[in-house]
């Protein structure tokens, strides 16, 4: 699920020049049994499959290095934010662990995981994606992975609200105009409508992050 992703757009280009290293492995190559069960029943009953413990203890023992930290992706876990993914960002060692079915064992949870995190109030069929989305968060604060860090400081979160409109070129498409503060080159009013519009997007959207 994640070869795509890694290989493309601004994640593949900062893999191709060694600003951030990944590799994804396979839970399946640290099972014993001759089916490589990495799954099993929930005692007590109940639907679905649990990740057992055995084979990602054993992943996480081989794989894990001194002062690493330890993620285990979960719709119940600390929402991710701007500030939890430039944390990360600046970590030297990450293992990231895709909880799928009904999540995992919880003696695993217990033991070999520090940070639980969560990417948004609802449920995946597995936390592949919600791996991807914490790869593609945190990468966005590694020094040289975006060509203009501006874009870090004028998108929507980083101060606690959403972005303001954007406008290119034609100035005139369809009856449509830029409007005119944009065009001015006054770099004051330009921030100051910016701001009052940024303001105005999150009253009607996210009217929560404003208190």
């Not at 679905?48 to 992706?73: D, N, T, W």
């Not at 870090?152 to 606690?160: A, P």
């Amino acid at each position: 699920m994640l070869d795509g992703f890694l290989a493309e757009s601004i994640v593949g280009r900062a893999r191709e020049s060694g600003l951030i290293g990944i590799t994804v492995h396979n839970l399946r190559d640290w099972t014993t049994d001759k089916h490589h069960t990495a799954d099993d029943r929930p005692f007590g009953g109940g639907a679905g499959m649990l990740l057992k413990p055995e084979p990602v203890f054993a992943a996480i023992e081989q794989l894990q290095s001194p002062g690493c930290r330890r993620i285990y992706l979960t719709p119940d876990g600390v929402p991710l934010s701007p500030a939890v993914a430039k944390e990360l960002s600046g970590l030297e060692h990450l293992i990231l662990l895709s909880g799928h079915y009904e999540g995992i064992d919880q003696r695993i949870r217990d033991s070999v995981i520090d940070q639980e995190i969560s990417i948004g109030d609802y449920v995946l069929t597995n936390g592949t994606l919600a791996a991807a989305v914490l790869v593609d968060a945190l990468s966005r604060f590694i020094p040289g992975v975006l060509g203009e860090e501006k874009s870090l400081t004028h998108e929507s979160f980083t101060g606690k609200l959403l972005d303001f409109p954007q406008y290119t070129r034609p100035a005139e498409f369809r009856g449509m105009s830029v409007p005119d503060v944009l065009l001015s080159g006054n770099h004051a009013e330009i921030e100051k409508w910016r701001r009052d519009h940024a303001l105005e997007k999150t009253r009607q959207v996210r009217p929560d992050l404003l208190k």
